[in-house]
């Protein structure tokens, strides 16, 4: 590991060792890794950290957790205050009275939600929170529109993220695959996942940018089950209220939506409110 040709002073230490667990949330970090990058004694690595440590309480930015032992360290978990939880969903909400998103078969258009970066990352964040003490071993989506709201969620958890294929290529090598009942049209498709993507007895965290009939994430369910993996949540970013199929359990929408028309101005409007998550 490179370490520091100059000696750093205190301020300049501290400024390091924040960006450092900030970038690297739910990671165990060893107290050697700091101490050996300033050339620094551990007595005042430690006091540094106790600092840190402090300032990231008081302005909720996160904890840092002290774990003890041979194998023992920090890890910095993030947080997620609610001023910025209503300030994040009083956002996403006007925006969803913006523009045409009512699509064909009851949709609903989000694309330009979580094509926004900065969006994105605080769903991530925000969702990520929640879930951090469950131990999840990956984070699994189907493709396409959730990948990127999956990676954003697995990189605050600090593990692998998992796309399950509609279709598989030879660069997927063997595959387990299910079929499911998926659509308005109740169409029978089928996805299928690498033999190789997940370890028999992780749990996994599903995640999703829209749930209607909720036969994708059934069949997403079943998949994981055929891994001998446990799926210990769900989660998705906007729900319509219109669905109709067997209860999925334990699931959490941050968003739900229904679709109304409006008399007085002969037009469909989208309605939301905050769903499960915050329940």
């Known amino acids: 590991m490179a370490t520091m040709s100059n000696k750093m002073k205190r301020n300049q230490r501290i ?25 620094s004694a551990k007595s005042s690595i430690s006091e540094d950290i106790d600092f840190v440590r402090g300032i990231f309480e008081e302005t909720e930015i996160g904890v840092i957790e002290t774990i003890a032992g041979v194998q023992g360290g920090m890890i ?79 990189k605050y958890l600090n593990v692998p993220h998992v796309v399950v294929r509609r279709s598989s290529s030879e660069m997927d090598g063997s595959t387990i695959s299910v079929n499911y009942v998926s659509g308005s049209h109740q169409r029978v498709s089928k996805m299928e996942l ?15 940018d829209f749930l209607r009939n909720g036969g994708t ?3 997403l369910m079943n998949l994981i089950e055929e891994f001998d993996c446990k799926t210990v949540g769900i989660c ?44």
């Open 15 to 39: 400024v390091y060792i924040s960006q450092y667990f900030v970038t690297h949330p739910n990671e165990l970090i060893g107290l050697s890794y700091f101490s050996d990058y300033f050339n």
């Open 76 to 154: 910095f978990r993030p947080a997620y205050s609610d001023v910025k939880t209503n300030e994040l969903m009083d956002e996403i909400r006007q925006r969803l009275t913006e523009g045409k998103r009512i699509l064909p078969g009851n949709y609903v258009y989000l694309a330009d939600l979580l094509q926004d970066p900065r969006l994105l990352d605080n769903i991530a964040k925000l969702i990520a929170v929640k879930y951090q003490k469950e131990e999840i071993d990956a984070v699994v989506t189907i493709e396409t529109k959730g990948i990127g709201l999956c990676v954003a969620v697995a």
């Open 194 to 208: 690498s033999k190789v993507s997940l370890k028999a007895g992780s749990k996994v965290l599903i995640i999703d």
């Open 217 to 219: 994430m059934i069949g």
């Open 236 to 279: 998705v970013f906007v729900e319509s209220t219109y669905r109709d199929h067997e209860p999925i359990p334990n699931y959490d929408s941050l968003l739900k939506v229904e679709i109304v028309y409006n008399k007085e101005e002969s037009r469909f409007e989208l309605q939301s409110e905050l769903g499960t998550f915050f329940e």
